[in-house]
């Protein structure tokens, strides 16, 4: 009896000593960071930059890898789909974990259960533009021009069942307007049709669409957010304007497979955090309307459960369901 308890107390022993042995020698080779959307996008923008401070946490390439549709989903069930390893991690957008779950009929995989969270990275405040093309300067006069014209005004989105499309829809509700939605496999290609005039308005993270703003491409009529951005002081919020429930804002997170070693989920933390408070990140992430958003991920679980609460109720309330 004895020997058998010393045998598996030796077992355990060599169990956490492989397990902290693994997480020192990780990674021992290039990782794979997957972003669900195409390149030149929101997504690919905050990714690619926080790849590169995650590369120098880690010691090795971090190379990212875009793989669109579905709003990020297709992206991100790759991951969840991915060996376990540590090579292969998700650069996850909000929609793809706290919206399609309850917005889609067929959501191929689960966030709570399929996924190993690691931290949130980053907010991105988000605001309603439209095509100068509309005769319209402000909130009040898009929703008036909307409910003069049924059936008339379009949207375009990064993908059914995300926060560019959702946020649309919730404005629809509060405002109780007709707009037609078309979605695209990414901000990116959105953002070109409403540049192009295919498509009217819509919903997009500041940084894919200040450029255009600040050129006079695209007319800013209110930001989704609790506060006024810093990037466009003089462009009300939505509660300002009479829509106090229209808030949206973006943010990306850090994932791995579920079951990805804990030693190796520590190291890539560790990395992950660190890349976050550095003065270099946080400078590259405020020049694109982005805040840095480290959490533990006991702490990142918690913030997506408040996340897929409020959605899930958003998207029962309006009655969305996408096929």
Request: charged share 15%.
């Amino acid at each position: 009896m004895r020997s058998m308890i010393a045998a598996i107390a030796l077992a355990a022993a060599l169990g956490l000593l492989s397990g902290a042995a693994l997480g020192q020698s990780y990674p021992a080779k290039p990782v794979r960071l997957i972003v669900g959307f195409p390149a030149g996008g929101p997504a690919d923008i905050f990714g690619r930059t926080f790849a590169q401070g995650l590369s120098t946490g880690l010691g090795q390439a971090v190379i990212v890898e875009n793989k669109s549709g579905v709003g990020g989903v297709l992206g991100i069930d790759a991951v969840a789909k991915a060996p376990p390893d540590g090579y292969t991690l998700g650069f996850n957008n909000q929609g793809s974990v706290s919206m399609a779950p309850y917005a889609l009929t067929r959501m191929p995989f689960n966030p709570n259960k399929d996924l190993a969270l690691i931290t949130t990275v980053v907010r991105v405040p988000e605001v309603v533009v439209v095509n100068p093309s509309l005769p319209v300067a402000s909130l009040a006069e898009l929703i008036a021009y909307a409910k003069a014209n049924p059936g008339k005004i379009n949207f375009g989105s990064a993908g059914a069942g995300g926060i560019t499309h959702l946020a649309c829809e919730l404005l629809k509700a509060e405002a109780r307007v007709d707009l037609l939605h078309v979605p695209y496999k990414g901000a990116a290609p959105a953002v070109s049709d409403l540049l192009g005039g295919q498509v009217n308005m819509g919903i997009f993270d500041i940084p894919v669409v200040l450029p255009h703003i600040q050129s006079g491409k695209f007319k800013a009529l209110a930001v989704t957010s609790a506060r006024r951005a810093p990037s466009l002081p003089d462009v009300p919020t939505t509660a300002e304007v009479g829509y106090p429930k229209v808030i949206s804002d973006n943010w990306y997170g850090l994932v791995a497979p579920a079951a990805t070693r804990p030693a190796v989920l520590k190291r890539i933390h560790d990395a992950a955090v660190a890349a976050l408070r550095s003065p270099a990140l946080l400078d590259q992430f405020a020049k694109v309307s982005g805040i840095a958003f480290p959490s533990t991920p006991e702490e990142y679980a918690a913030f997506l459960a408040e996340e897929q609460a409020r959605w899930s109720a958003i998207i029962k309330a309006i009655g969305f369901k996408e096929d």
